[in-house]
T-cell receptor, first 113, second 115 residues
Framework: AQSVTQLGSHVSVSEGALVLLRCNYS??????LFWYVQYPNQGLQLLLK??????LVKGINGFEAEFKKSETSFHLTKPSAHMSDAAEYFC???????????FGAGTQVVVTP | EPEVTQTPSHQVTQMGQEVILRCVPI?????FYWYRQILGQKVEFLVS????????KSEIFDDQFSVERPDGSNFTLKIRSTKLEDSAMYFC?????????????FGSGTRLTVV
């Protein structure tokens, strides 16, 4: 069975400050890990994915995430927040066989001027 | 870039009515999925579909729900007799063969409101 836990349902950051969103996973097989962003009233947009290649994964919009097996973590970071980063962010885990995703509860990011 | 298309974007229906949510997956994809997101909650897996049959379904996907691929391009989710608690955003997704390495694309969703 797989699951993800996102620490913090709401995160507030100042424009220009570091964005750090935490995700820990549980998986009985080597996981595939994903971060998705959801803007208000829109669908799910893939930010980045880890599929057992490089442990540091770069995504769109300046985001990156690092897979740490020892910590079972896949935290998402962005060095400098923009107002346009205000959205909800979901971490998700999948195994290879089915591709079914288990999503975390999401983290709402608010960016203040 | 290829997209998964969902229609309608928003549907309002009366409790007890049947609804059909439609999805057009990416043309060379073979695996299809439905997820739902109740307002303020996380996205939940409903069902996966491959080779014209259900591969896996969650406990949410009870007898009120059904899926089919009627014409080789559309992928539909039917809710037979809607309940208030079925109000949610429903996402369709599709992926190419070969595992999640090969891309997994979500549609923009259908917001279903049951009144």
């Amino acid at each position: 069975a797989q699951s993800v836990t996102q620490l913090g349902s709401h995160v507030s950051v100042s424009e220009g400050a570091l964005v750090l969103l935490r995700c820990n996973y549980s998986s009985s097989v080597p996981p595939y890990l994903f971060w998705y962003v959801q803007y208000p009233n829109q669908g799910l947009q893939l930010l980045l994915k880890y599929t057992s290649a490089a442990t540091l994964v770069k995504g769109i919009n300046g985001f990156e995430a690092e897979f740490k097996k020892s910590e079972t973590s896949f935290h998402l970071t962005k060095p400098s927040a923009h107002m346009s980063d205000a959205a909800e962010y979901f971490c998700a885990v999948s195994d290879e066989s089915w591709g079914k995703f288990q999503f975390g509860a999401g983290t709402q990011v608010v960016v203040t001027p | 870039e290829p997209e998964v298309t969902q229609t309608p974007s928003h549907q309002v229906t009366q409790m007890g009515q049947e609804v059909i949510l439609r999805c057009v997956p990416i043309s060379n994809h073979l695996y299809f999925y439905w997820y739902r997101q109740i307002l303020g909650q996380k996205v939940e897996f409903l069902v996966s579909f491959y080779n014209n049959e259900i591969s896996e379904k969650s406990e949410i996907f009870d007898d009120q729900f059904s899926v089919e691929r009627p014409d080789g391009s559309n992928f539909t989710l039917k809710i037979r007799s809607t309940k208030l608690e079925d109000s949610a955003m429903y996402f369709c997704a599709s992926r190419a063969p070969g595992g999640t390495n090969y891309g997994y694309t979500f549609g923009s969703g259908t917001r279903l409101t049951v009144v």
